[in-house]
């Protein structure tokens, strides 16, 4: 089996660098042209499912696939949706740090292990995100090739599931418009191509 990922395209969100975790918002116009990037780099691939997470940012990366792929199913896992910020979700560091000082210097010093009131707590993310993901791989045939639009937190999440739990966290980067494939069989799981 092949699983392909990738990360959806652009909102204003990212350009203005707030936290917005479960928020749900649009692609930009940016992002609307990532996705259509990432929809010519996959479309050769023989795809034989789509999926998505229940946020429109990953069904709009996913939009330009199905439009030339109409006859290919698709899923949509709400596990493999983004880590839950709570009351941060739309605010920028300063307005957080602004509002909630004491949480937010106990979150940047331990980023992983401290959760702020409101917050999605990392093991409870991790513990989501691999359940979705054990679905989906349980419910996969051999010759699948699976494509996944989805959320930079649930990727790097991903790749430490299946190929280095170690691998620190944050130096794990998933970039808008490109793909990371995963050679899955009953024996081995290898990393086949990041970011192409």
Known sequence: MKLLVARHGETNFNQQRK???????????KGGQQARILAHKVIAKELTMLVQTNLQRTRATLAPVRHQLPSIPV????????????????LDANQ????DPEHWQKWLNAPLTYTPPTIESVADFRKRVKRGLNWLLNHSQADDTIFLVAHLGTLRI?????????????????QAGCYTEYIINSKTIKLGKINA
């Open 96 to 99: 957080i740090q602004a509002q």
């Open 158 to 174: 991903i790749y430490q599931e299946l190929i280095d739990a170690r691998t620190d966290f944050y130096s794990l980067e998933f």
């Open 19 to 29: 936290f917005y975790g479960n928020l749900d918002v649009p692609l930009n116009k």
């Open 75 to 90: 899923l949509t896992i709400p596990d493999l949706a983004e880590k839950g910020f709570g009351c941060w979700e739309g």
